[in-house]
């Protein structure tokens, strides 16, 4: 099974609240892709991060759509990220302040819930990057970290040029910290150092 967890990958975590969020605040419908999701921690950490950002008028224009494709795990990354239980030691990198916002303790100490204003921003779906189509279009926002290792260069352009086409004019890419693009006509990075491009011209 894919490794996930809460709050990792940082820097990327940081770009997008201090660069991404800010500027698609005032749209009218953010729709963020969260390309390979495993069991749910990051897709639900991003609708944190919006929902402790952007405050609860304009949170409400935010749609995650949280995708994977695990052809043995599937039914267990579905169950998980409908019900949105996690142990103690699952939220252990959680700030302090927002488990307490988010997360509600269960009958089993040990586990605890996201509340349902997290959880109705997450949509699932199956879907396999290699098919290389998009499952929706017009996004603002891609997250794709840890998984273009995956593939073969050949594979890795294929799948950024899906992303270039679902993402909107201007929209943004957030990859994880070990993955640099090459200069690219289809990304810009935003600053040095920081794995988040935004879709060219």
Not at 107 to 113: H, L, N, P, T, W
Not at 175 to 201: N, T, V
Request: net charge negative; hydrophobic share 40%.
């Amino acid at each position: 099974m894919a490794y996930t967890s809460f709050f990792r990958d940082s820097d990327a975590l940081k770009a997008i609240v201090d660069i991404a969020i800010p500027d698609l605040s005032h749209a009218r419908e953010i729709r963020v892709w969260d390309a390979g999701c495993a069991t749910g921690e990051e897709p639900f950490t991003l609708a944190i991060l919006f929902a402790s950002t952007l405050g609860p008028f304009m949170f409400r224009n935010l749609d995650i759509l949280a995708t994977d494709h695990e052809e043995s795990s599937f039914p267990q990354f579905e169950e998980r990220i409908r019900l949105a239980r996690y142990s103690r030691t699952d939220i252990f990198w959680v700030p302090s302040e927002l488990r307490a916002l988010y997360f509600q303790p269960t009958e089993d100490v040990e586990s605890f819930e996201l509340t349902r204003e997290i959880r109705d921003h997450v949509r699932f779906l199956k879907h396999d990057l290699l098919s290389f189509k998009a499952p929706e279009e017009g996004q603002s926002l891609i997250v794709c970290k840890n998984v273009l290792m995956h593939f073969d260069p050949e594979q890795q352009e294929r799948v950024l040029e899906m992303y270039f086409e679902a993402l909107l004019p201007g929209g943004y890419l957030a990859l994880d910290g070990s993955q640099c693009l090459s200069p690219s006509s289809l990304f810009k990075r935003i600053a040095p150092g920081l794995p988040l491009y935004r879709k060219r011209p």
